[in-house]
């Protein structure tokens, strides 16, 4: 399976040498559960926007410290492409920003959440069983860092995990669109990493609280595994 990679943000020019960027956390992440796997990248963030909707054969679109309402020229397009891939029924899997993409694109609100930053590892209950969700586990456990959150969801939204903290963190939008907030390409030593990086925006309690959650077993595997599950389920159907 080809996956078009829709990467919207670098990691920080301090950390990049010791975690990489982006597209490697990705590639590493999914080529150990799947090696067959080819990944192209777009680098939405510099305009760089796909204008064909079969150039691969499942897209995934990254996180990003920029927001959804920032108001950005690249961002309302990528939307603009989001709702192509739609029409088109093609898989397409957001992760974090990718998630909230997916949700203003079909007509969801996004917001900065009262709740505050959403660091380290978030812990969620899976809500609605999909038949993709293989293995099963009742428990979606990943890491997180984000402060925007889907507060409105898109029409054909089916939320299938969630906790008090982010009510939507795991969404399905008609068949062929999935949204999760957490990140599974994170590796927790750079979650820590960009936790400590970003104490001041965040706040040293939160941070505090955040490292200590690190402790916690991650489903990194687990989610990928999902994802791709979900990615072939609509060809096969289709098939």
């Known amino acids: 399976m080809r996956i078009g990679l829709l990467q919207c943000d670098d990691v920080a020019p301090e950390l990049r040498d010791e975690h990489g960027n982006y597209?490697?956390?990705?590639?590493?992440?999914?080529?150990?559960v799947d090696p067959t796997l080819t990944f192209r990248v777009?680098?939405?963030?510099?305009?760089?926007?796909?204008?064909d909707v079969d150039a691969v054969d499942a897209w995934l679109t990254t996180g990003s410290k920029f927001?959804?309402?920032?108001?950005?020229?690249?961002?309302?397009?990528?939307?603009?492409?989001?709702?192509?891939?739609?029409d088109a029924s093609k898989p397409l899997v957001g992760v974090c920003f990718g998630h909230q993409v997916i949700a203003k694109a079909l007509g969801g609100k996004v917001i900065k959440?009262?709740?505050?930053?959403?660091?380290?590892?978030?812990?969620?209950?899976?809500?609605?069983?999909?038949?993709?969700?293989?293995?099963?586990?009742?428990?979606?456990?990943l890491?997180?860092?984000?402060?925007?959150?889907?507060?409105?969801?898109?029409?054909?939204?089916?939320?299938?995990?969630?906790?008090?903290?982010?009510?939507?963190?795991?969404?399905q939008v008609?068949?062929?669109?999935?949204?999760v907030q957490g990140h599974p390409e994170f590796p927790?030593?750079?979650?820590r990493d960009l936790m400590q990086l970003r104490s001041d925006l965040v706040g040293a309690e939160r941070v505090r609280e955040g490292l200590?959650?690190?402790?916690?077993?991650?489903?990194?595997?687990?989610?990928?595994?999902?994802?791709?599950?979900?990615?072939?389920?609509?060809?096969?159907?289709s098939g």
Not at 42 to 51: A, F, K, N, S, V
Not at 67 to 86: H, Q, T
Not at 115 to 134: D, I, T
Request: contains cysteine; negative net charge.
């Open 174 to 179: 008609g068949e062929h669109f999935l949204g």
């Open 212 to 237: 200590a959650s690190l402790e916690a077993p991650v489903d990194d595997q687990l989610m990928v595994r999902w994802i791709l599950n979900f990615m072939r389920s609509p060809q096969q159907r």
């Open 143 to 171: 890491l997180v860092s984000h402060q925007d959150q889907v507060e409105e969801l898109p029409p054909h939204t089916r939320v299938l995990a969630e906790s008090d903290f982010c009510p939507f963190y795991l969404m």
């Open 23 to 32: 597209p490697e956390m990705f590639q590493r992440l999914f080529t150990s």
């Open 67 to 86: 927001g959804v309402n920032d108001g950005l020229a690249w961002v309302d397009e990528l939307c603009g492409f989001v709702r192509k891939l739609w």
């Open 188 to 191: 927790k030593p750079y979650s």
């Open 113 to 141: 959440s009262p709740r505050g930053w959403g660091v380290g590892m978030s812990f969620n209950r899976v809500s609605e069983r999909a038949g993709w969700m293989e293995p099963w586990q009742p428990s979606l456990d």
């Open 42 to 51: 777009w680098r939405c963030l510099d305009g760089e926007i796909p204008d």
